[in-house]
């Protein structure tokens, strides 16, 4: 086992630019995408106005836009963090043992918060886990243990996970001959994918499978049949190869390494990342698919997600632009709260705003602007709440 990890001399204990690349990840998840999308539609002959409000809504199945990349880059932070947390518990006294049963401790209670707030609008407990804070949860205790590893290692387990999430799907048989995809929530209008590429078809692959089974053993008012995301349970295995990405980092940015030398590193990381799952999804063998987390997703997302690091730790930690992070500091301070918030006060924050200034106040500028005057106010609401908490130096950690 490796000696306890210590602050390299030099090495700042709190970066601006990390809780500003956190901060920008949960404000662009709270604002829903502003209504974009809708602004589009209204606009059909705009061509940037169509290209940004796709960027603000999942891909159909295969692919990437912007929105896709929300998860990852929330997961890889995740991993990017740990080597600062562990370093700063150790200083403090912290054993082995001890950090072992915070990281359990940590992911049982992301997991059951992941269900709390799924269930939410629900008449009883919905169990099931595609929810973020849920493939955390899940895939917690294994980024720990890889960070008790030196980086060779994990890249080895990240390697292992990747292909081995690949060998069970392609080991999956195909569907039947005449099946009808209608049966798994599989609507005409989205594009499937032949041949090899078959096996990563919406809830016909071996996560779905798995769910099938694994999901039937909780209590259910109604067998679970499909996801009609096409998110599965299993996806928390591939995503702690995300994880464990965002662990090599963190790793690399408290090492003595210099500055720019850190930086080229990444770029070149994260130039391999995007070549290597956008070869693999081409090719066919295995499709860049976000809902299912593929290997390829995982590989090309990364890369992404690293050079948005790279682009943040440039801006702020070298050309020192920290005043305009502001905002994003304040939201990324305490990102677990604006996630329960965003879930759970959206529509009361919207009810009580039309309550006080009038049930039209959304529609003021026009049917194609109410989402983005809706969404907005509620952002705005959210982040003054994480203000006030932030001027308190109240921060709420797991």
Request: net charge positive; with cysteine.
């Amino acid at each position: 086992m490796p000696a306890p990890m210590s602050h390299p001399p030099g090495v700042p204990t709190r970066w601006v630019s990390l809780d500003a690349y956190r901060g920008a990840i949960m404000l662009l998840m709270a604002s829903a995408g502003l209504g974009l999308p809708q602004i589009a539609r209204a606009h059909p002959d705009h061509a940037l106005l169509a290209f940004l409000g796709r960027q603000c809504e999942h891909a159909a199945w295969g692919g990437c836009t912007l929105w896709d990349l929300i998860q990852p880059a929330f997961m890889f932070m995740v991993g990017v963090a740990l080597p600062w947390s562990l370093a700063s518990r150790r200083a403090r006294g912290a054993t082995t043992a001890q950090l072992a049963w915070h990281a359990l401790r940590r992911s049982v209670i992301l997991v059951l918060l992941a269900v709390f707030l799924t269930s939410a609008w629900s008449p009883r407990t919905e169990w099931i886990f595609p929810n973020v804070l849920a493939q955390i949860g899940l895939g917690y205790p294994v980024l720990f243990l890889a960070a008790l590893t030196r980086p060779r290692t994990q890249a080895m387990l990240a390697a292992a996970l990747l292909a081995g999430t690949w060998l069970l799907f392609a080991l999956y048989p195909l569907p039947p001959t005449g099946f009808d995809p209608a049966t798994v929530g599989v609507t005409p209008d989205l594009p499937q994918f032949t041949g090899w590429a078959a096996h990563w078809n919406k809830n016909v692959n071996a996560a779905a499978a798995f769910d099938v089974w694994f999901l039937n053993l909780f209590p259910r008012t109604r067998p679970f049949a499909f996801n009609e995301g096409g998110y599965q349970t299993l996806n928390f295995v591939p995503s702690i190869a995300t994880m464990i990405f965002g662990l090599l980092a963190g790793q690399l940015l408290r090492s003595a390494v210099s500055r720019p030398a850190q930086l080229r590193i990444l770029m070149v990381a994260g130039l391999a990342g995007i070549l290597a799952g956008g070869m693999l999804g081409w090719s066919g063998i295995c499709p860049v698919v976000k809902r299912i987390w593929t290997p390829s997703w995982a590989l090309f997302s990364g890369g992404w997600v690293v050079w948005i690091l790279v682009a943040f730790v440039e801006l702020v930690e070298e050309r020192g632009w920290r005043r305009g992070t502001f905002p994003l500091v304040v939201a990324g301070t305490n990102p677990i709260t604006l996630y329960c918030l965003w879930q759970l006060s959206g529509g009361f924050i919207r009810e009580n705003v039309k309550r006080h200034l009038g049930p039209g106040v959304f529609e003021s500028l026009g049917p194609a602007y109410t989402a983005t005057l809706e969404r907005g106010t509620i952002l705005l609401v959210l982040w003054l709440i994480l203000y006030w908490m932030y001027r308190r130096n109240l921060v709420i950690r797991i």
